[in-house]
């Protein structure tokens, strides 16, 4: 079981540059998200999804937009990156109850330059 | 609107003193609570939940409904605790959207 994968684990980009981060999960779980983590901020979460087809907006989801096409992939889309989306993005899934908690992924590293 | 606070952005300890980690929720409803830990780069782990009442790694967390308060408590800091703290609630009814504090970055000294 490989539970939560993020890829890729670290990508530069530079300013303007499209890019999409893929979450796939191996649990079954209904319940997909998105999290940027930053310095003082704690984790903000952009985007999520409570079942295949479907997404919603989290707290800070401008310049992002998702899909989740596959009840096991959620992707993270960047059309047009800004140094301010420098961050570390973390998915995580859960199966919609509270006993199992919410599995992150480890995590993907982006600097805009 | 739900919300969780953690009042301490940083926490110093030496070994073997007693830890206590701070968190604060505001929510109408019964709240599901957890704490997460992550350590240096690495992905967050669930420590504990508040429904299961159970103890990790000598960590224990109580739900206060009176103070809104789900603190994280260990008697004796080991240096392997040092790490990011994360606080979370998920709200009942079926929301399974969490928010997570700000975190508390725990350091313990040898």
């Known amino acids: 079981n490989a539970g939560v994968t993020q890829t890729p684990k670290f990508r530069v980009l530079k300013t303007g540059q499209s890019m999409t981060l893929l979450c796939a999960q191996d649990m079954n779980h209904e319940y997909m998200y998105w999290y940027r983590q930053d310095p003082g901020m704690g984790l903000r979460l952009i985007h999520y999804s409570v079942g295949e087809g479907t997404t919603a907006k989290g707290e800070v989801p401008d310049g992002y937009n998702v899909s989740r096409l596959k009840k096991q992939n959620f992707l993270l889309g960047l059309e047009s990156a800004a140094p301010s989306q420098t961050s570390v993005y973390f998915c995580?899934?859960?199966?919609?109850?509270?006993?199992?908690?919410?599995?992150f992924g480890s995590g993907t590293r982006l600097t805009v330059v | 609107a739900q919300r969780v606070t953690q009042p301490e952005k940083l926490l110093s300890v030496f070994k073997g003193a007693p830890v206590e980690l701070k968190c604060n929720y505001s929510y109408s409803g019964s709240p599901e609570l957890f704490w997460y830990v992550q350590y240096s780069r690495q992905r967050l782990q669930l420590l504990l939940r508040h429904i299961s009442r159970e103890s990790i790694k000598g960590f224990t967390a109580d739900l206060n409904k009176g103070e809104t308060s789900f603190h994280l408590k260990k008697p004796f800091a080991q240096e392997e605790d040092s790490a990011m703290y994360y606080c979370a609630l998920s709200g009942s009814g079926g929301s399974y959207i969490p928010t997570f504090g700000r975190g508390t970055s725990l350091i313990v000294h040898p």
């Open positions: 995580a899934s859960s199966n919609g109850g509270t006993l199992g908690g919410y599995t």
